[in-house]
């Protein structure tokens, strides 16, 4: 099934008196480009923790998100009670120099503002501990995200691959419809070629009006793209529908659709066609586009 490269995917997991929380997201890129943004998972970790998203994920970029929410909210801090009595000592001298006598309270409120008052050194011990203990169920929540953020692609991806179906459809559509133009176009080119002959010779001469016919005929025939677009066409739909990750050959075959439109429309010098083209150009445009969001 053909999968879209945005996709999200959350998960939990309890761990002690904490849980962690992991979000997954997933957007458009040329390689598997992998970011883990959060201090949840040990540091010793996180080669296995990208192995596991490669993997699964394929290609994209990734950013992975992890949060730990403690039970209690102030657990494991603790006020460090001598920076606070030395920053309220430090404080007062430089009231006392300047002439003013603040309140107790004012001085307090100030201090704690400071770095290192909240002592969480232990805390942050007692977390990483916490965290190597409990990292197959963090690594199991990873698995359980990004197996949704997957699930997420597939829904997406399904309705990428109507559209692209009824877009490749448009254009061979258009391209059917240039058959009738192009029999009037060819009536058009002979009987100009022949009216101009007739009036610069009063008697033309059939061998050489059949030599430019046959040369112009040549140069103008359009044939050959129509059939190697239609090739491109049903090839652009087999690839979509049978391979696993083909949006980069997607990509591939809508330039070589791209050159064959081009080109008949450079050759074909008629304006019913050229509109035809130019229709075209723009559903090619948009598979393109689309083309880039797929796996």
């Given at each position: 099934?053909?999968?879209s490269?945005?996709?999200?995917?959350?998960?939990?997991?309890?761990?002690?008196?904490?849980?962690i929380?992991?979000?997954?997201?997933?957007?458009?890129?040329?390689?598997?480009?992998?970011?883990?943004?959060?201090?949840?998972?040990?540091?010793?970790?996180?080669?296995?923790?990208?192995?596991?998203?490669?993997?699964?994920l394929?290609?994209?970029?990734?950013?992975?998100?992890?949060?730990?929410?403690?039970?209690?909210?102030?657990?494991?801090?603790?006020?460090?009670?001598?920076?606070?009595?030395?920053?309220?000592?430090?404080?007062?001298?430089?009231?006392?120099?300047?002439?003013?006598?603040?309140?107790?309270?004012?001085?307090?409120?100030?201090?704690?503002?400071f770095?290192?008052?909240?002592?969480?050194?232990?805390?942050?011990?007692?977390?990483?501990?916490?965290?190597?203990?409990?990292?197959?169920?963090?690594?199991?929540?990873?698995?359980?995200?990004?197996?949704?953020?997957?699930?997420?692609?597939?829904?997406?991806?399904?309705?990428?691959?109507?559209?692209?179906?009824?877009?490749?459809?448009?254009?061979?559509?258009?391209?059917?419809?240039?058959?009738?133009?192009?029999?009037?176009?060819?009536?058009?080119?002979?009987?100009?070629?022949?009216?101009?002959?007739?009036?610069?010779?009063?008697?033309?001469?059939?061998?050489?009006?059949?030599?430019?016919?046959?040369?112009?005929?040549e140069?103008?025939?359009?044939?050959?793209?129509?059939?190697?677009?239609?090739?491109?066409?049903?090839?652009?739909?087999?690839t979509?529908?049978?391979?696993d990750?083909?949006?980069?050959?997607?990509?591939?075959?809508?330039?070589?659709?791209?050159?064959?439109?081009?080109?008949?429309?450079?050759?074909?010098?008629?304006?019913?066609?050229?509109?035809?083209?130019?229709?075209?150009?723009?559903e090619?445009?948009?598979?393109?586009?689309?083309?880039?969001?797929?796996?």
């Amino acid at each position: 099934m053909v999968q879209s490269m945005t996709g999200f995917g959350k998960a939990e997991c309890v761990c002690g008196h904490k849980k962690i929380t992991v979000e997954i997201r997933s957007v458009n890129g040329k390689g598997c480009d992998i970011s883990l943004k959060t201090q949840v998972i040990p540091r010793e970790k996180e080669i296995e923790v990208k192995q596991l998203l490669s993997s699964m994920l394929v290609r994209g970029n990734i950013d992975l998100f992890a949060i730990s929410e403690s039970e209690t909210e102030h657990s494991g801090k603790t006020i460090n009670k001598e920076v606070v009595l030395s920053y309220l000592e430090q404080l007062r001298k430089i009231a006392l120099a300047s002439g003013e006598t603040p309140a107790f309270e004012t001085l307090l409120a100030s201090a704690l503002r400071f770095p290192e008052v909240i002592d969480n050194s232990s805390s942050k011990e007692e977390n990483q501990e916490m965290l190597n203990e409990n990292w197959l169920s963090i690594r199991s929540a990873i698995e359980q995200a990004a197996s949704l953020l997957t699930q997420f692609r597939k829904t997406e991806g399904n309705r990428l691959q109507h559209d692209l179906l009824e877009r490749v459809s448009s254009i061979k559509d258009y391209l059917k419809q240039t058959e009738v133009h192009d029999v009037e176009r060819m009536e058009t080119v002979k009987s100009r070629l022949k009216s101009k002959i007739e009036e610069s010779v009063e008697s033309p001469d059939m061998n050489r009006f059949e030599q430019e016919i046959i040369y112009y005929l040549e140069k103008l025939d359009i044939t050959e793209e129509k059939v190697r677009l239609l090739q491109h066409c049903q090839y652009f739909v087999q690839t979509m529908e049978n391979e696993d990750y083909p949006g980069k050959k997607l990509g591939f075959i809508a330039q070589e659709m791209g050159r064959e439109i081009n080109t008949l429309g450079s050759k074909a010098n008629h304006a019913g066609i050229q509109k035809l083209v130019v229709q075209m150009k723009d559903e090619l445009e948009k598979i393109k586009e689309q083309s880039l969001n797929l796996l």
